[in-house]
């Protein structure tokens, strides 16, 4: 999942083109970017067929509203917030809320998500991520968001982590399309041959 914090909507489809052609298939546009409801609605219309396009840091059923209304797919919080998941389930997207703690991951489980965001992924090693899956559903999806390099990809993935949220390490406002693309094509390189 690309996180493209600071995008504006001029950016948003040169660098949505360029995240589709290296393989990424989910694009996240943090709500605390300029204009992101237009950068959604954008990306939505020209790539929705191609990739999941949605919000993040959703904070609340509003919120959600705004993102299903400008096409969006995906609601990705930082926060567990029960209250967000399930509007977000109503509207029929798909949740992924951020948790870092059993408490937190089995809560929101049971409001409705998707999957969960393990966030900050700085503060846990594989081994939480291996031993959160050990108590919750199996088939559980945990993505660790934060800090992640194609470096750390591997041990993440070895403890049952089921994809990652790549944010500054991919992009950070005014970067090139072209820089995006070869970043991103690093990283599904790496991942593709783990």
Same mark, same amino acid.
């Given at each position: 999942?690309?996180?493209?914090?600071?995008?504006?909507?001029?950016?948003?489809?040169?660098?949505?083109?360029?995240?589709?052609?290296?393989? #990424?298939?989910?694009?996240?546009?943090?709500?605390?970017?300029?204009?992101?409801?237009?950068?959604?609605?954008?990306?939505?219309?020209? #790539?929705?067929?191609?990739?999941?396009?949605? =919000?993040?840091? *959703?904070?609340? $059923?509003?919120?959600?509203?705004?993102?299903?209304? $400008?096409?969006? &797919?995906?609601?990705?919080? +930082?926060? /567990?917030? +029960?209250?967000?998941? &399930?509007?977000? &389930?109503?509207?029929?997207?798909?949740?992924?809320?951020?948790?870092?703690?059993?408490?937190?991951?089995? /809560?929101?489980?049971?409001?409705?998500?998707?999957?969960?965001?393990? #966030?900050?992924?700085?503060?846990?090693?594989?081994? *939480?991520?291996?031993?959160?899956?050990?108590?919750? +559903?199996?088939?559980?999806? %945990?993505?660790?968001?934060?800090?992640? /390099?194609?470096?750390? %990809?591997?041990?993440?993935?070895?403890?049952? =982590?089921?994809? #990652?949220?790549?944010?500054? $390490?991919?992009?950070?406002?005014?970067?090139? =399309?072209?820089?995006?693309?070869?970043?991103?094509?690093?990283?599904?390189?790496?991942?593709?041959?783990?």
């Amino acid at each position: 999942m690309a996180i493209l914090r600071g995008i504006t909507p001029d950016e948003a489809l040169p660098i949505a083109e360029a995240l589709v052609r290296a393989g #990424f298939p989910i694009i996240e546009i943090p709500l605390n970017s300029p204009s992101p409801i237009l950068s959604i609605a954008r990306i939505a219309d020209h #790539f929705g067929d191609q990739c999941i396009i949605g =919000a993040g840091t *959703v904070l609340t $059923a509003e919120e959600v509203s705004a993102v299903a209304d $400008a096409g969006g &797919r995906l609601i990705v919080s +930082p926060n /567990t917030n +029960p209250n967000v998941i &399930r509007a977000t &389930r109503r509207c029929g997207l798909l949740s992924m809320p951020g948790a870092l703690s059993p408490t937190e991951v089995l /809560t929101a489980l049971d409001a409705g998500a998707n999957a969960i965001k393990l #966030f900050p992924a700085e503060l846990i090693s594989p081994h *939480v991520v291996k031993a959160l899956l050990a108590v919750t +559903p199996p088939g559980t999806l %945990m993505l660790p968001v934060g800090g992640i /390099t194609p470096e750390h %990809m591997s041990d993440y993935l070895a403890a049952g =982590a089921a994809g #990652f949220g790549i944010g500054s $390490a991919l992009y950070a406002p005014g970067t090139s =399309a072209s820089v995006v693309y070869r970043v991103a094509r690093h990283f599904v390189e790496t991942l593709s041959a783990l």
